[in-house]
């Protein structure tokens, strides 16, 4: 019995098809017939076929991690680690450059000129040097800033773009009762999430006018949205889509 026989035993006692299967595990169906017959050529290197046997096997409930130790056997093992020291190691030593003292000597000598210079000069110009008025300037008054009043950036308008800022938004919390696939848009279409919601986690998605969801088991997951409990969106092991908009899209 190989991996993939394992895995095909596990799913047809769960009476699940390929199709459903490929749909909770968002494997092509063609990949997982490949693999439930112990052909990993298909998967794109061991990378991606270790990848591969943990989604399935979590979803027919056989242990991922002992199979995965079994595939790493059968193909070689798992690929020796690298030691950071080889990897980062300098190639050529670097020159710390030395900090030199201040040659106080030369700083001394400029200002003995700057002094020498300066006399010279008065002695040149006379005793009738002019001297700066140095008397002070009247400094002009600063006017107060305005007082603040109502207007575009009051409190009041402030709280009311809050308020509809939050009715634009979608909010979505999941709780998981077992391990499901679940795959969250926006309206757009921009995929927000997409993977395995392990039981008893609960997680929480937000987007703006609307979010589209599939949900692999509608019965393992129950949902809030915007606050409102919305219990389970289906029945156990049934592949549900749903689309939630925000309160102030539905209104228009």
């Known amino acids: 019995m190989g991996i993939g026989s394992d895995l095909a035993d596990a799913r047809r006692s769960m009476g699940m098809t390929v199709g459903q299967l490929?749909?909770?595990?968002?494997?092509?169906?063609?990949?997982?017939?490949a693999i439930e017959r112990n052909d990993f050529s298909q998967c794109g290197g061991d990378f991606y076929a270790r990848g591969h046997i943990r989604n399935i096997a979590k979803i027919v409930d056989l242990d991922p991690e002992a199979l995965v130790h079994r595939?790493?056997?059968?193909?070689?093992?798992?690929?020796?680690?690298?030691?950071?020291?080889?990897?980062?190691q300098a190639d050529m030593p670097l020159k710390i450059r030395e900090r030199r003292s201040p040659n106080w000597t030369t700083a001394m000598a400029v200002a003995l000129g700057i002094v020498v210079i300066f006399g010279v000069v008065r002695t040149m110009g006379g005793g009738d040097t002019p001297v700066?008025?140095?008397?002070?300037?009247?400094?002009?008054?600063?006017?107060?800033p305005p007082s603040a009043g109502p207007g575009p950036d009051s409190p009041r308008r402030a709280a009311s773009l809050a308020e509809g800022r939050r009715r634009d938004m979608v909010v979505l919390q999941v709780r998981a009762k077992r391990?499901?696939?679940?795959?969250?848009?926006?309206?757009?279409?921009?995929?927000?999430?997409?993977?395995?919601?392990?039981?008893?986690?609960?997680?929480?998605?937000?987007?703006?006018?609307?979010?589209?969801?599939?949900?692999g088991d509608g019965g393992a997951v129950s949902l809030k949205v915007n606050g409102k409990n919305l219990g389970t969106p289906g029945r156990r092991g049934q592949v549900v889509n749903r689309s939630y908009e925000a309160p102030a899209t539905k209104k228009r």
Do not use: C, N
């Open 22 to 33: 490929s749909a909770r595990t968002r494997i092509r169906e063609v990949l997982i017939q």
């Open 71 to 88: 595939y790493d056997e059968q193909h070689g093992g798992v690929p020796l680690p690298v030691r950071a020291s080889s990897v980062f």
């Open 132 to 144: 700066a008025d140095l008397r002070t300037m009247p400094v002009p008054a600063v006017p107060p």
């Open 179 to 215: 391990t499901s696939w679940l795959d969250v848009q926006d309206s757009t279409g921009r995929r927000i999430f997409s993977g395995t919601l392990v039981a008893g986690k609960t997680s929480t998605w937000k987007a703006k006018t609307g979010i589209r969801v599939t949900f």
